[in-house]
Structure formats: C-alpha cells, structure tokens
C-alpha cells in the first residue's frame, strides 16, 4: 500500500501546471560554490534561494560494500558540479517506472536547498527530509523545497537513501556481527552526520536540525527518535503519515531474507554474502518483505537489532525517548488513493467481505459491522477505504501523539482539504480520494500534480509552509497572524488538532471519536 506512494507523487511530479509563485525557474549556473569537508561544489543560484544537487555525502555502497554501514566519500578535486540530481537508489519499477530517471548503487546523495541570506555568519535552521515509498520507491529529487526556503527561510535537505534490497535485506550472513539489515536506516544516520559536519558551510545551523518525513519518510523518523545512533544528531521530528507499527522483528525479517537468498540462487551457507554481492543490480529488484500494513506487506528497518534495538511504539509507550518537540499528523482520507488504485486495475473491487476477510482476517466480521456499508451509500470504496484508514494510519497517529505528549510538547494536524489535487487518473474511479495518502506533499513542496492549486488552495500550501518552517525555527508552530495551533495535550480521548482545509482552520478534539480508535485499541488482531 505505501509502496504505491512514490508512483503517485512521480506522477505528480511529471505532470505539474502550478505556475511559480514569484520564484522564477532557476538561471543558469553562477558563482555558487560551497566548500565542504570532502572538497567544493558549484550549485545553482535562483531568485531567492540556491540548490545544491547530487552531493555525496557516503561512498558508493558497490563492491564489498554492497550490505555494509556506508563509509565517508571520497574527496575530490577541483569544484565538483552540483546542478543536477543525483542517481536514484535501485528500486522495483514494477511499482514505480522511474520514468526515464537513472538509477544505480551510488546513490547516497542529498540535495541542499538554501535561502537568499544564509551564510556561515547567518546560519538559519535545518530542516532533513527523509522521502516515503514504502522502503522501496522514491528519491530525492522529487522535493522541490523552494517555497520552504524561499517563504520559510530555512535551509532544506532531501536525502537518498538505499531501499529495498539493498537497503534492508536481513540474512545473517551478511551481518556476522549479528547487526542485520538496516543499511537504509543507517544511510539516513550518515546523512545527518554530514549536515552535522558540513550544514553551516551552506548557510544551516547545525544545532537546530529538524528531522522529517512522510509515509516511509515518517516511519524512518520514529526509528531516529530511538535509535541510539541517532541521539544528539537533530532536536525535533515531523511526522507526516506515518505507519510506524509496522516495524519488522528481527527473526521474521532473518527468515524471508534467508528464503530470498535462496531464491535467487545462493544456498551454499559458506558463501551466501559473497553470492549475493556478486549478484547484478537487476536482480535485486524485487525486495523481501516483512511485515503486513493493511492488505499490503512492506520491507524497512529491522527492530531488535544494535542499530534499532526495540520497536519505536514500544518505546514511545513506555516513555523511552528523549525529549523534543515533535509534529505528527495524518490526512483524513489516507487509504481512498490506494483503494482506487486497485479500482483502476482490476476495474472493480472485490466484494465487500472479501476485502475485509483479506484485510482483517479473523477480525473482518467486527470491522464489517462497524463500517457498514449503507454509511458510505453503499460505496465499498469509501467503506474499506474509511476502516483502513483508521486502522492503519489514523488510531496509530493517535498513538504516536499521545505517548509522546509525555515526553515533550506534541503538535498534531489532520489534513482535510477533500479537494486536494490527485493525480489525473484516479478522478476515474467511482469514488472520491478526497484527502488521501501523499496529498499534503504538494502543499509543501512544489511536486507538481494533475491540476494547480486553486487560490483557496494556495492560501493553504501557504499557511502549511509558514507552520512547517516556524515549527523548524523554534520547535513550536505559533505563526503570528494565523490561527493558534495549540499543543495536543496528555489526554488522547480529548487531544486537541488543527483541521487543515481550505477557508477557515479549526482545532478538534473528536478525532479519536470520529476514526474510532477505541474500537482499533481493543482489536489485538486488527491492524
């Protein structure tokens, strides 16, 4: 189900009509070179911010370092250029096409965007985004952080990170050490080292680091929030749709990652980590999956390990993280993209029961009575849309908010523009997406889609930016002249939100009521 996230936001990334808002298109290459720990860059100047592209920020994990912790990169000589992205990680385009965009092994890269004015004697806040895809699509390059630099007046990096395979595959023996799987996590955790060591050369300050993500994105963050080689390394965390109980345990991922190897041919115990390493790219495609999230399973981190030692929602339940502003939300709508995806390729959907049976199993009958159809008009679209929603991404947000609100101040957000723009062939389906999985992003970033934003739109993505980047600055989301947003509070069944919608803002405190999350809570079963 995530996994279809970086299609969709690929899509839309194609297919932008949004006209810039007085941001013109880049100029071409100036004097925009940044000197940094393994030699110089030359970036692209534009008005009101700089871009800095495809920069290395780990060596090319090939070779022998195919499955190892990445290494620092290599220096270079002379000003390397910077104006254009850098590889995509490897991926199964069975999901995402890529679109003619390359792909390859050295590609741990990030991007650096930074606003007019930042310099190493003004150094302005950071904000690290962590790109969703399920752990198997996605890259960097799709986050155009213009408006957060430009309005915001923060610094961003959007990083690359291995996926799939490549990025979490668990067979001990690549690991003696017993550290297995991982790798992808651990690119992220190089990655925040670099913008420790380097950031303030481009103008960021590297004691006021804000980590952040969506969908995958926002699952690697709750991992950060405990993982101890993390610690120190950001002070607060934004957390856009993001599922992290669906972390996998280390004997589950050691198990489908020893059956992967042996399907792809490597059986000889002796020599299963050199068979694999000298496997081709291409048949590393398709990645091992762990863990069931709603109808779908996915691949990601691996909990028990000495990277990730317990699940992040264990630990957040039980206090054990350290104190820092945190900003959490999900979108009203979550599953209706994903729903109608399966409309479209299967030209219908299954019948109503056997959805649930598929999706809740023992639990499907329960679930069934609580979303019955003739509430959703008979549409089994929204219904199953409406209880995956708040199985998989609603009650688990609600969690995430409420054990954290322990441990520091928790902002929380719905978003419920039901217009929000949606790639062009989802309009096909017999019913709405309305606020679905993703859809936030184009408020935030300029990552095109099927339709521009309309005025009341664009008022929205403008008020989001403001919230976003105030929340960067200062750990707290209090913009002068926009509405409060107050702080969730210790108690989940009255825990206050702020709607994001088009016209007025407001604060809820029905959101566990309305996705009924006292039902998900005593569902042991139910995901």
Wanted: charged residues 15%; contains cysteine.
């Amino acid at each position: 189900m995530v996994l279809l996230m970086a299609l969709v936001v690929a899509a839309c990334a194609r297919n932008s009509g949004e006209p810039q808002r007085q941001v013109a298109a880049p100029a071409e290459p100036g004097p925009a070179v940044v000197q940094t720990a393994a030699g110089a860059l030359r970036g692209v100047v534009a008005p009101g911010y700089r871009v800095f592209n495809g920069i290395p920020y780990a060596a090319a994990p090939v070779g022998p370092l195919r499955w190892q912790p990445p290494q620092p990169a290599a220096p270079w000589p002379g000003v390397r250029d910077a104006t254009k992205p850098g590889l995509r990680c490897i991926q199964d385009t069975t999901y995402d096409p890529d679109y003619g965009r390359p792909t390859g092994e050295d590609c741990l890269n990030l991007n650096v965007w930074t606003p007019d004015g930042a310099s190493r004697s003004h150094q302005k806040p950071v904000m690290v985004w962590i790109h969703g895809g399920g752990f198997l699509n996605g890259s960097a390059d799709i986050y155009d952080a213009r408006w957060m630099a430009t309005q915001g007046d923060i610094v961003v990096v959007t990083v690359n990170y291995r996926l799939g395979t490549l990025g979490f595959l668990a067979d001990p023996a690549l690991s003696p050490d017993g550290d297995v799987g991982n790798y992808g996590l651990a690119d992220q955790q190089a990655s925040l080292r670099w913008v420790r060591d380097n950031i303030a050369e481009f103008g960021g300050d590297p004691t006021k680091v804000t980590i952040a993500g969506e969908s995958a994105g926002a699952m690697s963050v709750c991992d950060h929030l405990i993982a101890p080689e993390s610690t120190g390394l950001f002070r607060a965390a934004i957390l856009q749709s993001g599922p992290c109980q669906a972390q996998a345990d280390r004997p589950t991922a050691q198990q489908v990652s020893a059956e992967y190897a042996s399907a792809a041919g490597c059986t000889d115990p002796a020599a299963v980590a050199a068979c694999l390493r000298a496997l081709p790219a291409d048949a590393l495609r398709r990645a091992p999956l762990y863990v069931g999230l709603g109808p779908d399973k996915l691949t990601g981190p691996v909990t028990g390990t000495d990277r990730l030692p317990v699940d992040p929602m264990i630990a957040f339940a039980s206090s054990r993280v350290p104190r820092m502003p945190v900003l959490v939300g999900s979108n009203g709508d979550e599953f209706a993209m994903f729903a109608a995806i399966q409309y479209l390729k299967e030209r219908q959907l299954p019948p109503y029961p056997q959805l649930m049976a598929k999706t809740f199993g023992p639990d499907a009958a329960a679930v069934a009575e609580r979303y019955p159809l003739d509430r959703y008009g008979g549409s089994v679209g929204l219904a199953y849309s409406a209880a995956v929603t708040d199985s998989v991404f609603a009650c688990p947000a609600d969690r995430i908010a409420s054990s954290l609100s322990h441990t520091g101040p928790v902002y929380a957000y719905e978003f419920n523009d039901r217009t929000a723009p949606a790639p062009d062939p989802l309009r096909a389906a017999p019913f709405p997406v309305g606020a679905s999985h993703s859809l936030e992003l184009r408020y935030l970033f300029d990552v095109g889609g099927a339709r521009p934003l309309d005025p009341a739109q664009r008022v929205l993505s403008d008020q989001m930016v403001a919230y976003w980047s105030q929340f960067v600055k200062t750990g707290s989301p209090e913009v002068s002249g926009l509405p409060v947003w107050p702080e969730f509070g210790a108690d989940v069944a009255t825990g206050k939100r702020i709607s994001l919608q088009t016209g007025e803002l407001t604060v809820t405190t029905d959101f566990g009521s309305r996705h009924q999350c006292p039902f998900w809570t005593s569902r042991s079963g139910a995901r």
